[in-house]
């Protein structure tokens, strides 16, 4: 298995630099500005909500699927 050793990879040059807090200042400070902590937890709560909805039809299919096998092989439905 190949292993990409990514800080090799987006290295410039072979000469390494330090990140210091200040370097994240901006990107921080950009981000937040963007983005609003409302709409951070608004899209983070959609994502758990569909997770969620998937689960439940994973469940729901699963359970569908064995009823109609036991039915072909049993003659009867049962749930």
């Known amino acids: 298995m ?4 990514w800080p090799l990879v987006l290295s410039s040059g072979g000469s390494s630099t330090v990140v210091t807090p200040s370097d994240w200042a901006k990107l921080i400070t950009d981000v937040t500005s963007q983005f ?5 937890v608004a899209v983070m709560s959609s994502l758990i909500g569909a997770g969620i909805g998937f689960v439940f ?4 299919a699963r359970k569908a699927y064995k009823a109609i096998m036991s039915a072909v092989r049993k003659g009867k439905t049962g749930f």
């Open 2 to 5: 190949n292993m990409i050793f």
């Open 57 to 60: 039809l994973w469940w729901g």
């Open 36 to 40: 609003s902590i409302v709409q951070i």
